[in-house]
């Protein structure tokens, strides 16, 4: 009969519960040195470069304060089903990830925004699906440079705390029944990266229709621009409701406020 030392059939089980090894990424077509931190800390586990992936964004920032990125994965949900997540991160910005978007049942895998960025640097977003793989486009944008170093407009104001959270919001559906959502808040998303200024950020953001459905939730990091700016689509199933916004900030500020959703075309 075979018997097992208590010691060794430690180490048996010790190899056994052992993490599976981390997967490699695909070689990156932007040759970035940064790309296995990047893929690792952003994208874990299978990876593949998919053209259905949308990534739209200037070839050179105009200003590294405010630079405008489009995600737009319906191309791809069309062929593999329900999006669980998109993440848009910057190779070579201090803080790398830029925000997570999970768009619920009622909106589509589209997401507008502003990043700031601290250098020319490769911006990627990854899309993952049902399957837990992540189809990656990427872009490289030629910038300055200081758009995460230098400090927020807001903070040449000595009131600058009094409009913190005020916030704009406005829904319009086209002819197709899509309602573009278009939401803005006060914010200086300091990155912790001005001299004596600390980090403080909008952290997060949830859209509830009044059915209490989930329509998107958003995570957010410092490296999105001052004042932040987000642009999401619903489905016309959406139309008629009101998304209440829900949000909250590195320091534990809520903030909310609601915008109706049309049922029919704005001209």
Do not use: Y
Not at 54 to 59: I, T
Request: aromatic share 4%.
């Amino acid at each position: 009969m075979l018997r097992i030392r208590p010691a060794a059939l430690g180490a048996v089980l010790a190899l056994c519960a052992a993490p599976a090894p981390a997967q490699e990424p695909p070689p990156d077509p932007l040759n970035s040195g940064m790309w296995p931190l990047v893929a690792e800390e952003n994208f874990p586990g299978e990876i593949v470069f998919d053209p259905r992936v949308k990534l739209s964004l200037p070839a050179a920032a105009e200003d590294q304060f405010h630079v405008p990125v489009t995600i737009d994965a319906r191309e791809l949900a069309a062929e593999i089903g329900p999006i669980a997540e998109m993440v848009v991160a910057a190779d070579l910005n201090p803080i790398i990830h830029a925000v997570t978007f999970r768009p619920g049942a009622k909106a589509e895998p589209f997401l507008g925004l502003r990043i700031k960025v601290e250098q020319t640097t490769p911006v990627r977003v990854g899309v993952r699906g049902a399957d837990g793989i992540w189809r990656v486009a990427a872009a490289v944008i030629d910038a300055a440079g200081g758009g995460c170093s230098a400090p927020a407009a807001a903070h040449g104001q000595k009131d600058w705390m009094s409009t913190l959270g005020e916030a704009r919001a406005l829904a319009g559906r086209d002819e197709a029944g899509e309602t573009r959502i278009s939401l803005r808040m006060r914010h200086p998303m300091d990155t912790g990266f001005a001299a004596g200024i600390p980090i403080f950020h909008l952290s997060e953001l949830t859209l509830t229709l009044d059915s209490g459905e989930e329509l998107a939730e958003l995570e957010i990091s410092a490296p999105i621009s001052e004042d932040p700016a987000f642009n999401l689509l619903a489905r016309p199933t959406a139309g008629g409701a009101t998304a209440a916004v829900a949000g909250r900030d590195s320091e534990g500020n809520r903030f909310a406020f609601s915008v109706p959703l049309p049922e029919e075309a704005v001209n």
